[in-house]
């Protein structure tokens, strides 16, 4: 078994790298089966179902799935600002190891990242760290404060992928409205994190059974729905992209659905704890538990699934969201909402989606790997020859138990601490360097090996 460290050794020595016998995964392609990679200098020279030739290394996948890499269009890394909770080194760490090669880096730090010199200044720190590549979605209004655009043309120049004010929904419809007809003269992605704040000020958790036994303030399924309506129909008139983060409810899904019938041009996300996760968690009034939206009820939880098979739901997402142990350790009312995810949405996603519901292991690829790509143009989530290769290698029945003391990730905020989850990632390759690996072994020729002693 080789450790990180050991293979990126050996991968960045050796001129070509044999990966054999993985279960080639590409949506993108229309790949399921067995095929064997021969990649030179991280680029990849052949793929067959059976390559002989000899490599300076090779890898033996066993069967294991390969697929490509795959890209987290919701992540809060937290820098600048509350390096405490996470910075780009630590946050595209846990990022790689969770088998993300690319991550979309929302704009709610401190600055807020609203201009090109924060948006350089992502990119470039994530380079820098070398981990997984950053794309940062810029505010789509000044200090995110909801009244004046940013000068998206320049941000997304810089780099930017998308704008959003995620932490936080466009309040006003009108300020909405021009964000997205702005943003369309660029097509430009819009990221709404749907919310009526009216409804859902002062909530701490959904609203319902739950937070009227436990006599805790409730934020309606409502406060999502009607933000999901509004941006909807604005995105229809205008004409723009648009996606909608972290869907939580039946109503959010039903609505995106229907949207999506008529022609709109709206995708959806979901993020794993709303697939593995309700308000019934909330008994234990753990603020690890808090998030915004909510977690919500089984039959929101049934209609995400439903929505996933359906394809209305088009990525799942982390929306990896740290917070230290000291602001989480207060009671619920002031404990900030988020919870950590980019080390654990292979397992519960897979724990969630595969194993328990029978999703096939090509539907969580494409929500993983080419869903993402898709939708945020970023390059990537496919297999192809002649490209460096961008891969995810995991093993989808490998059993482990969720640890997060042992987390690449700054925080500890994860709501799965001790659970049996089926599904690991096995290797990352980010732009053709090995960025994770694990439980793997690396077989060097005896050129190769002779030539690091
Ligand atoms: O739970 C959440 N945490 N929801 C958000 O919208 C923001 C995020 C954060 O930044 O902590």
Redesign the pocket.
């Known amino acids: 078994m080789t450790t990180t460290h050991e293979a990126k050794r050996y991968w960045d020595a050796a001129e070509t790298v044999l990966l054999r016998g993985g279960h080639l995964i590409d949506p993108a392609s229309d790949l399921d089966e067995r095929r064997d990679l021969f990649l030179r200098r991280g680029r990849i020279e052949a793929i067959a179902p059976e390559i002989a030739r000899e490599a300076d290394l090779t890898v033996d996948l066993n069967g294991i799935v390969c697929a490509p890499g795959f890209g987290d269009l919701h992540v809060?890394l937290r820098e600048p600002g509350s390096e405490d909770a996470e910075t780009i080194e630590s946050g595209t760490r846990a990022g790689a190891i969770g088998g993300f090669t690319r991550l979309g880096a929302?704009p709610?730090t401190n600055p807020p990242i609203d201009g090109r010199g924060l948006v350089e200044f992502l990119i470039r720190r994530a380079a820098e760290a070398g981990h997984a590549r950053v794309f940062p979605v810029a505010a789509a209004t000044k200090g995110r404060d909801g009244c004046e655009l940013t000068e998206m043309r320049e941000l997304q120049t810089a780099g930017a992928v998308a704008v959003s004010d995620?932490?936080s929904p466009v309040a006003h419809a009108q300020v909405m409205r021009r964000v997205l007809e702005y943003a369309r003269t660029w097509d430009l992605l819009v990221i709404t994190?749907a919310e009526e704040l009216d409804l859902s000020r002062g909530g701490v958790m959904n609203e319902g059974y739950w937070s009227t036994v436990l006599g805790l303030r409730g934020m309606p399924a409502a406060a999502e729905d009607i933000a999901i309506a509004r941006d909807v129909r604005l995105a229809e008139l205008t004409g723009a992209r648009l996606h909608v983060a972290h869907i939580s409810t039946r109503r959010g899904v039903e609505i995106v659905r229907e949207a999506k019938a008529r022609g709109i041009k709206v995708t959806g996300e979901t993020a794993p704890h709303y697939l593995s996760l309700t308000d019934e968690s909330l008994i234990s009034y753990d603020p690890v538990f808090r998030?915004?939206p909510p977690l919500r009820e089984e039959e929101d939880r049934q209609a995400l699934l439903a929505g996933i098979r359906d394809g209305t739901i088009d990525i799942i997402a982390s929306?990896h969201?740290p917070?230290t142990q000291q602001a989480k350790d207060q009671e619920l009312e002031a404990v900030?909402?988020?919870m950590i995810g980019l080390e654990t949405v292979l397992g519960v996603t897979l724990e969630y989606l595969h194993h328990r519901e029978g999703i096939a292991l090509s539907r969580i690829v494409r929500l993983l790997a080419t869903g993402p790509a898709e939708i945020a143009g970023w390059g990537g989530g496919r297999i192809r020859l002649g490209e460096d290769a961008d891969l995810t290698i995991f093993d989808p029945a490998a059993a482990w138990t969720v640890d997060p003391e042992a987390f690449a990730s700054k925080s500890r905020n994860c709501p799965f601490r001790e659970w049996r989850l089926r599904g690991q990632v096995r290797m990352t390759v980010c732009g053709g360097h090995v960025t994770h690996a694990e439980k793997l072994t690396f077989s060097p020729s005896e050129r190769l090996q002779s030539q690091l002693l």
Do not use: C, L, R, T
């Open positions: 809060h929302m709610n995620d932490g994190h998030v915004n929306d969201a917070h900030p909402p988020g």
